[in-house]
């Protein structure tokens, strides 16, 4: 399975996971699963509730992650 990239945000109720997709092909179509969810009970006690999950090309991930980075998101363990 691939490496995954989380985000929280600033007040630690939402993630996001980007992982890139196992079946894309290096260098002709790439892809990144986003999943959000929602932390419910204690941060790491229980993991998050994953609600939604896009497939998006490798451009758009990066893009969309930088944009959380600069709204206040920030970098964090797998949860």
Do not use: C, H
Not at 24 to 52: A, H
Not at 68 to 79: A, D, N
Request: glycine share 6%; net charge negative; charged share 30%.
């Amino acid at each position: 399975m691939s490496k995954s990239y989380w985000l929280i945000n600033s007040n630690r109720t939402e993630v996001k996971r980007f992982i890139k997709n196992d079946k894309s092909i290096d260098g002709v179509f790439e892809y990144v699963f986003v999943d959000t969810g929602k932390i419910v009970g204690v941060l790491g006690k229980e993991p998050p509730v994953m609600t939604t999950t896009i497939s998006v090309d490798i451009d758009l991930a990066r893009e969309i992650y930088e944009r959380l980075l600069s709204q206040g998101w920030s970098k964090t363990e797998e949860l």
